[in-house]
């Protein structure tokens, strides 16, 4: 397992320049905005507002800090997203506009790009397990808060907001947390 430390993460402007996102992983390694594959990150939102539009993206975002936001989809009904919301994957090529609930929040977002990736969210909570990769899996566990994972091999500490890449075969063990399992895989 690699831990990824949440202060390593890099920070940089949203796309729309409104904000500003803290990428945590991005395949390929250093991809700029308009040329990744899969990444992840994080972003603060402050403001009600419309989404930056990334053709050919399909994202999933996740409410980690905050009382959440109303997302308007493509001018759909809109949908209530929360901190105990399971995550919500939606095209990042429609028009999204966001309202905030009560205040500023902090979401995850997990964005591929179609036909080449495909990804999988997944809010788990309480003491729970994660199967390790399989071949051609990548596999990220992000923690909400301080846990210590274990495996047959090592032990990792994390703190609130750090990540750890799962090795081939590897699975851990977690307790008493909110944890996001992200899994990407080429597109078949």
């Known amino acids: 397992m690699k831990r990824l430390s949440a202060c390593d ?13 803290v990428e945590i992983a991005v395949f390929p390694p250093g991809a700029a905005m ?15 507002g419309a989404f930056s539009l990334f053709p050919e993206i399909d994202r999933t975002l996740s409410i980690l800090w905050g009382h959440g936001m109303s997302l308007t989809i493509d001018g759909a009904a809109p949908v209530l997203l929360t901190m105990d919301s399971d995550p919500l994957r939606f095209a ?13 929040i902090t979401d995850l977002n997990v964005m591929t790009r179609r ?14 397990s994660v199967r390790g990769c399989e071949r051609g899996e990548t596999v990220y566990l992000l923690a909400t808060g301080p846990v210590t994972l274990t ?12 990540c750890v890449l ?10 008493n947390i909110v944890c996001y399992e992200i899994r990407f895989q080429e597109a078949v």
């Open 34 to 48: 308009d040329a990744f594959e899969w990444r992840i990150s994080m972003a603060s939102v402050a403001n009600d």
């Open 115 to 128: 036909g080449r990736f495909v990804h999988r969210v997944e809010r788990r909570a309480g003491s729970f």
């Open 92 to 104: 990042a090529d429609v028009p999204v506009d966001a309202t905030l609930v009560d205040g500023a």
């Open 166 to 175: 799962f090795e081939e075969g590897a699975s851990v063990k977690a307790e």
């Open 151 to 162: 495996s047959q091999k090592d032990t990792v500490q994390l703190e609130e907001m750090d």
């Open 9 to 21: 993460y890099k920070r940089m402007p949203w796309k729309n320049g409104k904000g500003e996102t």
